[in-house]
T-cell receptor, first 115, second 112 residues
């Protein structure tokens, strides 16, 4: 049981380049989330999904797109990377939505640098 | 979500108890108190949660004030592996709002 995995672990982009971050979970969770964490800050929610084929905006969605074509995968896309998107990106999943008893499981993170 | 206030940092010695405080004076009746921690260079991990009563699990204990305006995460015997940022988060138990609020948390340093 691998839990939540993220690909790649590190990436360096030039301004204007595009890329996709992949998140996979093998726990059959319905809900998946993408967060970003900037130095000295807590995590901020970018987008989330409440099930296969659904996505919704979180706190800081601008500049990102997501897709959930398969239940186990949640993709985060940057169409035209900007230096402000330099951050560590974490994916998480939970059995159902954030509630009193459902913990979120986080991946190890992807460190992205945009030059 | 209601706001929480935590100290920026705390320090402890190995094998001593640690009490990490969290103030949440605007907590609502349906808000659960969750704690997560983030070890260096890792994603956050769940620690414990509670509503009104004190809670214990293998990782920690959660003491909740009677008026619920504050809570304390207790690590009974700190180890070097407990050095992390600890986040106190409130979540509406009955809500469908998926927005989460991670503050800056408390950076716990454990001295050998």
């Amino acid at each position: 049981n691998a839990g939540v995995t993220q690909t790649p672990k590190f990436r360096v982009l030039k301004t204007g380049q595009s890329m996709t971050l992949l998140c996979a979970q093998d726990m059959n969770h319905e809900y998946m989330y993408w967060y970003r964490q900037d130095p000295g800050m807590g995590l901020r929610l970018i987008h989330y999904s409440v099930g296969e084929g659904t996505t919704a905006k979180g706190e800081v969605p601008d500049g990102y797109n997501v897709s959930r074509l398969k239940k186990q995968n949640f993709l985060l896309g940057l169409e035209s990377a900007a230096p402000s998107q330099t951050s560590v990106y974490f994916c998480a999943s939970s059995y159902i939505g954030w509630s009193s008893y459902n913990e979120q499981f986080f991946g190890p993170g992807t460190r992205l640098t945009v030059l | 979500d209601a706001k929480t206030t935590q100290p920026n940092s705390m320090e402890s010695n190995e094998e001593e108890p640690v009490h990490l405080p969290c103030n949440h004076s605007t907590i609502s009746g349906t808000d659960y108190i969750h704690w997560y921690r983030q070890l260096p260079s890792q994603g956050p991990e769940y620690v414990i949660h509670g509503l009104t009563s004190n809670v214990n699990n293998r990782m920690a204990s959660l003491a909740i004030a009677e008026d619920r305006k504050s809570s304390t995460l207790i690590l009974h015997r700190a180890t070097l592996r407990d050095a992390a940022v600890y986040y106190c988060i409130l979540r509406d138990g009955g809500g469908s709002n998926y927005k989460l609020t991670f503050g800056k948390g408390t950076l716990l340093t454990v001295n050998p």
